[in-house]
């Protein structure tokens, strides 16, 4: 079975060093020097002020929503990782689900003013496979209504737009480092802001709260990224441009490949995006290409070729969200749900098994 994602990996005798390192050190978790030299130099690599570690990205998430007090309702999409609106849940906050629009995926500017409340504090929309949302048209909302605008970035780590990072738009950027993103350091996240201050706030949140060694300043979490993570993510870094040329010069077999078939239709950022190559999403057109999505999604399996739903189904139609008034009408997300298959992709995907794929989705087309 060949998947839809394998973690990058640097050489392992690479990583012993750091290991030995760790162990003779004896300073296993904490703000140690693996921690403090990933956040140095994250904040270079990706050309942002300030970044925060975390084990991972969800209590990234979780977190973020604490450090701008976030109450009441926010805007969101249902076309993402559940892990979106969970960290709303778990912040007893209530998801707004936003209908997207169907060339970035992100959140529909159009829609969201037509859902804003007087309980509505903030505005959580996610770059989906790392195109940046319509930022400049979300940043004008969220300025004339005073509402918090927090990206999950999940997807887009080294996205850059000109040459600016996409995650410095927002207040807030979330990361995640899980296996199965484009930059893993097994697993973990971070948060990105643009002060000191707000760093501060949010370093102590994810270590309990203390601000010292007697002082704690509010209810914060257990969050802390250890130094094994951190290390690896050190050692990561330094291959990841590598990782991003491969994995693009596997996504351009998928460029060519896919063009010549009728119905499917590959998704990839507008032309001036540097992008980080983290997905390979194709629609099917079921009335050009003859079958559906999911007639195709289980060809592919029975030969061997595990490609995934992402995202099917949508966050709103998960049994917690279904019952709520914004999950009934997102016909463009709904749509899109239903002809979204995400191809494998990855450093060390042979271009013979993209074309094996290719000619699997070809010979299967009934037009
Ligand atoms: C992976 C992902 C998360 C969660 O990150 P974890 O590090 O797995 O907790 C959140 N949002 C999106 C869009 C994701 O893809």
Not at 145 to 174: M, P, R, T, W
Not at 179 to 208: M, P, S, W
Not at 241 to 267: A, H, M, W
Not at 292 to 304: A, I, M, Q, S, V
Request: glycine letters at 6%.
């Amino acid at each position: 079975m060949l998947y839809v994602t394998q973690p990058s990996l640097p050489p392992f005798d690479e990583f012993t060093e750091y290991l030995k390192d760790i162990w003779e050190s004896k300073w296993l978790t904490n703000n140690g020097k693996y921690h403090q030299q990933l956040e140095r130099e994250l904040a270079t690599f990706l050309n942002v002020p300030y970044i925060s570690l975390f084990s991972n990205g969800t209590l990234a998430l979780i977190t973020a929503l604490q450090t701008l007090r976030i109450t009441g309702e926010v805007i969101t999409t249902p076309y993402s990782f559940v892990a979106t609106s969970h960290a709303l849940n778990w912040n007893g906050i209530k998801p707004v689900f936003c209908d997207i629009e169907s060339h970035t995926f992100g959140l529909n500017p159009q829609k969201i003013e037509a859902l804003i409340t007087p309980q509505t504090t903030a505005i959580l929309p996610v770059h989906v496979y790392g195109f940046p949302c319509q930022h400049d048209a979300l940043e004008e909302i969220a300025d004339r209504y005073g509402l918090k605008l927090i990206y999950d970035a999940a997807h887009a780590f080294g996205v850059n737009e000109g040459n600016q990072s996409i995650l410095n738009y927002g207040d807030l950027s979330i990361l995640s480092f899980h296996a199965t993103k484009a930059f893993n350091t097994f697993e973990g996240g971070a948060i990105v802001c643009h002060d000191l201050k707000t760093k501060q706030r949010i370093d102590y949140l994810k270590n309990f709260g203390f601000a010292d060694e007697v002082t704690v300043v509010g209810p914060g979490i257990n969050a802390k990224m250890n130094e094994f993570q951190a290390a690896l993510g050190v050692l990561q870094l330094k291959y990841f441009q590598q990782y991003i040329k491969n994995r693009k010069t596997v996504f351009e077999v998928y460029v060519d490949e896919i063009e010549s078939i009728s119905g499917v239709e590959l998704q990839k950022p507008d032309d001036h995006i540097a992008w980080n190559y983290s997905y390979a999403p194709i629609l099917i057109d079921k009335t050009r290409y003859g079958k559906t999505r999911d007639e195709l999604y289980n060809h592919l399996k029975d030969k061997g070729y595990y490609a995934r739903r992402y995202f099917y189904p949508l966050i709103s139609e998960f049994s917690t969200y279904a019952g709520l008034e914004s999950s009934k009408h997102l016909p463009v997300a709904k749509s899109i749900s239903e002809q979204v298959l995400c191809l494998p992709l990855y450093d060390g995907l042979l271009k013979e098994q993209v074309q094996e794929i290719c000619q699997l989705i070809k010979d299967f087309s009934t037009c």
